[in-house]
């Protein structure tokens, strides 16, 4: 299956490990589309999944009010008419944007997965959280083949209400005897 998904959004922000580029890391499961309407505009290699639109596969998850599949075009079929349609060139989601795995979820306005890019930008009030860990912003940029990530926004200074900002807390780690008394 091609690679086409909401990749590791704030995976590599948020955890360690490299980032995929499907849906649901490392997972040759088919991915389940529902929403409560289609709408095929074949000319345009382009399917609108509305109303509580869902892409599922394996256990992670992406939500949205609209998602759209765009294909790609292919050569024109037997006797000139139209073009087919190949594989999945980019996925928009549209609206209440949520991307769910077991480990994080990631909320957004929208997303715009570019596939042969291996690139996924969620925008909007985009929240990433991983545990108690939580990184704001305005624009997450994800390069799902390296897990680089960008979080952007269009406030500056220390005043700007929409900066990027994380709360990450450390994870305790276990001593193997008493711990010594901190001074």
Known sequence: MKRWAAGACALGLLAAGPASAQLSQDSD???DITADS???????????????????????????????????????????????????????AIGNVYYVT?????????ADYDVPGERIVITGDVVAVNGQNVLRGERLTVNVATGDAQMQSNSKGRGGKARPRAVI????????????PRR
């Open 29 to 31: 499961a088919p991915v």
């Open 38 to 92: 289609l709408e095929v505009v074949n000319t345009q290699c382009l399917s609108i999944w509305s109303g509580s639109a869902e892409a599922l596969q394996d256990r992670t998850r992406l939500r949205a009010d609209v998602l759209k599949t765009y294909s790609k075009k292919g050569p024109a079929k037997a006797g000139g008419k139209g073009a087919t349609c190949g594989e999945l060139d980019r996925m928009e």
């Open 102 to 110: 077991p480990q994080q979820k990631v909320r957004g306005d929208a």
């Open 169 to 180: 807390y450390p994870q305790k780690q276990q001593a193997a005897g008493p711990s010594a």
